[in-house]
């Protein structure tokens, strides 16, 4: 079980994941007012990348963790 957590957290992120943050990333800009290509913007990507490398998948926790909100 550790093993198979271990290998899903350092898999590469591929199209369907990178739709998801995309998606999270989105929500977070929108929910907070902030320009989609803003320094803003960029920095709650990284953030989101990390959570998401720490094991957070669901757009839902996700959205929640950056924007202190329950979403939806």
């Known amino acids: 079980m550790i093993d198979e ?5 350092d898999a590469p992120i591929g199209p369907v994941e990178l739709a998801l943050l995309q998606r999270v990333l989105t929500d977070v ?14 920095q709650s990507a990284k953030v989101i990348i990390s959570l998401f490398e720490s094991g957070i998948r669901n757009r839902h926790q996700l959205v929640a ?7 939806p």
């Open 5 to 9: 957590t271990a290998r899903k957290l």
């Open 29 to 42: 800009c929108d929910i907070r007012g902030q320009a989609h290509t803003s320094p803003e913007a960029e």
């Open 65 to 71: 963790m950056m924007t202190g909100r329950k979403f």
